[in-house]
């Protein structure tokens, strides 16, 4: 590597990941408490790509001793993930969002069947980190990462997501009603769901509409190639990811992948040249910042001088991506849109070197960790997805090439590819069982739907408990409040003492 491009400085970075991991983190995170599931994704992964067999120039002979992410911790962080799961499908984003039994699980006493009494609480994004993370755990080929996850009732679950016009929502009210934007962001996320807990194998009953969902994403491309909500909104490098990362994974998903590898890629991008196009216009040369201009305006739309511009001069420039028009460079879009290129085969359309020199010495911080823009402080998300950038544009060089310290790296799951193969192992460990046991069946179901009723039932103590919800909701109506507002406001961990309500409701 010549001098023009210094090495990656690995230990920086996991001093940085380690004191994330091992400590608490800054005060900034607290309001993100709701999503920390995704917070130690990105520390987890982060420690994973840093040491995975193939970040080393030797593989080591015992992968597990050699990865920053101990047994114990795999263990403990693995039972940590399925904590999270909501009974009735799908995670949580927080243990903030897991409330105790009682309060999870109604009955329906028309349908006669368990519905949940708290469904906002599981979300896709959740669902779709904590699959990926429990890849990332598990020890050995990764058969056994899914075991504890509820299969069936997420899918089942997912589906509920999904939307009339093949668009995906983000949660389920109590009500029934899908939340959430209709963006290409929860398009990928069920693309990715789905294929990990093999929904294509399931059949139609547990299976999303797949061909509504590509019609959904091939309405999205917008004029001037990118990607948008619709073709009627502002197009976005972070929605055409999602988007080619949702079609790649469709395809991957399909029993005949190895004979029409790019179907519902082909389908669902009206003209993959025009958004090529778009990707490779979203580089461009950082001229960094005039300190005698004060105009933020001008800064905000930086254009560089060409007439400073030799052309006979060899060196290469410093490059960032912005992910709209007129926007300022930012280490994330060089994820973003180096991965969606490496998805279509066209890494090569960018200049590795002078996004390279970017994120190692624009906003790479002296901490370790890479900062939203030069300047700034590091975060995980941005950390992260440096990490990811720099892996995949050595990996569309060809030949092998790698990223020095850094393992090899999977852009449609954006997690290492060592973790990549693991989920595969384990997705095809639930299809293998699917087979065995039939499509639809849930591992966790009873052949008796009635005896499996009651112990449910039972174990909840679900009558008594019943009668003093009834009482709880009386009181609240008496008081003039709304019992659905109540219950948001208790602390599963310490809800309100149930005796108190004797004597005043009947």
């Known amino acids: 590597m010549s001098s023009e491009l210094p090495p990656l400085d690995t230990a920086r970075h996991i001093r940085y990941w380690q004191r994330c991991f091992r400590s608490v983190l800054p005060h900034h995170y607290v309001t993100n408490d709701s999503i920390r599931l995704t917070l130690g994704f990105f520390i987890v992964a982060a420690l994973d790509i840093l040491s995975s067999p193939s970040s080393y120039s030797e593989p080591p002979r015992d992968p597990i001793k050699a990865s920053l992410i101990t047994l114990d911790d795999r263990k403990r962080l693995r039972a940590w993930v399925l904590s999270l799961q909501h009974p009735h499908g799908g995670f949580c984003g927080s243990p903030h969002h897991v409330l105790p039994g009682q309060y999870t699980t109604k009955w329906d006493a028309v349908n006669k069947v368990e519905s949940a009494r708290d469904p906002v609480n599981a979300n896709i994004a959740a669902t779709y980190f904590a699959?990926?993370?429990?890849?990332?755990?598990?020890?050995?080929?990764?058969?056994?990462?899914?075991?504890?996850?509820?299969?069936?009732?997420?899918?089942?679950?997912?589906?509920?997501?999904?939307?009339?016009d093949g668009s995906f929502g983000e949660i389920i009210d109590e009500d029934g009603y899908v939340g959430g934007g209709r963006d290409m962001r929860y398009c990928y996320l069920a693309a990715t769901i789905r294929?990990?807990?093999?929904?294509?194998?399931?059949?139609?009953?547990?299976?999303?509409?797949?061909?509504?969902?590509?019609?959904?994403?091939?309405?999205?491309?917008?004029?001037?190639?990118?990607?948008?909500?619709?073709s009627a909104h502002e197009s976005h490098a972070g929605y055409v990811y999602c988007a080619v990362a949702a079609l790649s994974l469709l395809d991957l998903a399909k029993p005949d992948a190895a004979t029409q590898p790019n179907r519902y890629l082909d389908a669902g991008i009206p003209s993959v040249p025009a958004l090529v196009h778009f990707l490779a216009c979203r580089q461009f040369d950082y001229v960094g910042e005039d300190e005698d201009n004060q105009d933020s305006e001008s800064d905000n739309h930086p254009l560089p001088d060409l007439s400073s511009i030799n052309l006979s001069d060899d060196t290469p420039q410093i490059a960032g991506f912005n992910g709209r028009l007129n926007k300022v460079a930012d280490t994330c879009y060089n994820w973003w849109v180096c991965g969606t290129l490496s998805m279509l085969g066209e890494g090569s359309v960018v200049e590795r070197g002078p996004a390279r020199r970017f994120i190692l010495e624009k906003t790479q911080h002296i901490i370790g960790g890479f900062a939203k823009h030069p300047g700034g402080p590091p975060d995980v998300y941005h950390a992260y997805l440096g990490l990811a950038a720099l892996a995949t544009m050595a990996a569309a060089e060809g030949d092998g090439k790698k990223e020095e310290g850094l393992g090899r790296f999977d852009p449609r799951l954006c997690v290492g590819a060592e973790a990549a193969e693991r989920i595969a192992k384990a997705r095809q460990a639930l299809i293998s069982a699917a087979v065995a046991t039939g499509p639809g069946k849930d591992e966790s179901e009873d052949h008796d739907w009635g005896f499996y009723t009651d112990k449910i039932k039972q174990d909840l103590d679900w009558d008594e408990t019943q009668k003093l919800m009834a009482r709880w909701e009386a009181k609240w109506r008496a008081e003039g409040k709304v019992p659905a507002h109540e219950m948001d406001k208790w602390n599963p961990y310490h809800p309100p003492d149930l005796d108190d309500l004797d004597g005043e409701v009947v």
């Open 131 to 164: 699959l990926l993370l429990l890849g990332i755990l598990a020890d050995g080929d990764g058969s056994n990462a899914f075991e504890g996850v509820h299969q069936i009732k997420t899918l089942r679950w997912l589906k509920r997501l999904q939307r009339d």
């Open 195 to 230: 294929w990990a807990l093999g929904g294509a194998v399931e059949g139609e009953v547990e299976d999303i509409d797949v061909d509504a969902l590509v019609a959904h994403i091939r309405r999205g491309q917008t004029f001037d190639g990118g990607m948008g909500e619709t």
